[in-house]
């Protein structure tokens, strides 16, 4: 008998919903939410009315594509953190009513663990190759950026991680200093295409181990363009592409030195990226180059699970819910995750 498994995410500014049917997409929903572009970042009281204003429809919405009743549900998978307490909230409490009503399980889900997971949700088209345990996931999103040892499913171990500023945070925020709009990420990604690399050259950071530190290079960019702009007012606006090219060229080095890093400590080759920030086209292409460098074997999410969206939570959910893994009604949300992916 096939197990049918509803997601819902809400960590941040996207509202999602997707149905299961095993390990098979059959619908994958998302509302961006639009108001916080005007503000250049999310305002979380904005994000949570949203999330309510959304959440019913989106549900619907997926219902409606997955082609399926509510009644035939096994179970109901949210995001129980990290993220926005209130946006959290809004998709918590309507799992735990909705799995009351229909009298089925509820199976809370860390929002990290899910976007490593995302590898293994299947399209109904065709199958994809997902990756052997152990594998060494980048999760790159734009409130994390952590190296992860994956041994199985809910055996995760974090060898590094950012010390200040995510990866995302580091596009965001350099896109906001240039005035080039906000997310920063697509957009110098885009920008990136046509611009020289090697135009200009920014400071790496000096952190030990495995983890990684974006702070520095946001201030050395800063302190650049404000030299730059003393001579020339339109600096920015005439060098945009080369600029977008260096910064992102910097930001793909620093990754993948620490990847190749541990990578070489824990003789791992079986490599995946996930989080919004893979959706990067040089990271995904540095990550590519890795097979013929370092013989990896590599997994690239496709574009739609590399950002927040709740297929994610419904295969973690389905691989919660083959070992018995259930959710007590009195759960409530947590905004940060400690080292074993548990509420903080
Ligand atoms: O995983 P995600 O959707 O949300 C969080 O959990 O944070 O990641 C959002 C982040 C943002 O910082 C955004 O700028 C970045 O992912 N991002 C990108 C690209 N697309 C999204 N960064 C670089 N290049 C992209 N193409
Ligand atoms: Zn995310």
Not at 28 to 56: D, M, T
Not at 125 to 146: A, Y
Request: net charge negative; with cysteine.
């Amino acid at each position: 008998m096939s197990t049918y498994i509803l997601g819902i995410e809400s960590s941040c500014d996207d509202t999602s919903a997707a149905v299961l049917k095993d390990d098979v997409i059959l619908s994958n929903f998302i509302a961006n939410q639009e108001i916080h572009r005007k503000y250049g970042g999310v305002v979380p009281e904005l994000a949570s009315r949203s999330h309510q204003q959304n959440i019913i429809p989106v549900i619907d919405q997926a219902l409606k594509e997955a082609k399926i009743n509510k009644n035939q549900l096994d179970a109901i998978a949210f995001t129980r953190g990290p993220g926005l307490l209130g946006s959290l909230l809004v998709g918590t409490s309507f799992a735990k009513s909705f799995a009351l009503g229909l009298g089925i399980p509820l199976i809370e889900i860390n929002h990290l663990q899910a976007h490593i997971l995302a590898h293994f949700a299947q399209k109904p088209e065709h199958r994809i190759e997902t990756p052997e345990f152990p594998f060494l996931c980048l999760t790159v999103s734009g409130g994390h950026t952590q190296i992860v040892r994956v041994n199985h499913y809910f055996d995760m171990e974090i060898l590094g991680q950012t010390i200040d500023d995510a990866a995302g945070e580091a596009f965001d925020k350099t896109a906001k200093i240039m005035s080039l709009g906000y997310p920063g990420g697509p957009i110098i990604d885009q920008l990136a295409r046509e611009g020289n690399e090697g135009a200009f050259e920014f400071p790496h950071p000096n952190i030990s181990d495995l983890d990684y530190s974006f702070s520095g290079l946001k201030t050395s960019i800063l302190y650049f363009l404000r030299d730059q702009l003393k001579k020339d007012d339109d600096f920015i606006e005439n060098n945009k592409r080369d600029l977008a090219a260096s910064i992102q060229y910097t930001i793909i080095n620093i990754l993948m030195k620490k990847l190749v890093k541990a990578s070489k400590e824990t003789g791992i080759k079986e490599i995946a990226i996930a989080g919004g920030v893979s959706a990067n086209s040089g990271l995904r292409k540095a990550i590519k180059d890795g097979e013929k460098k370092y013989g990896w074997t590599t997994y690239i999410p496709a574009f739609e699970f590399t950002t927040d969206n709740a297929a994610m939570i419904a295969i973690t959910g389905l691989f919660k819910f083959q070992s018995g893994a259930f959710t007590d009604q009195k759960v409530t949300p947590y905004s940060r995750s400690n080292a074993n992916f548990q509420n903080d």
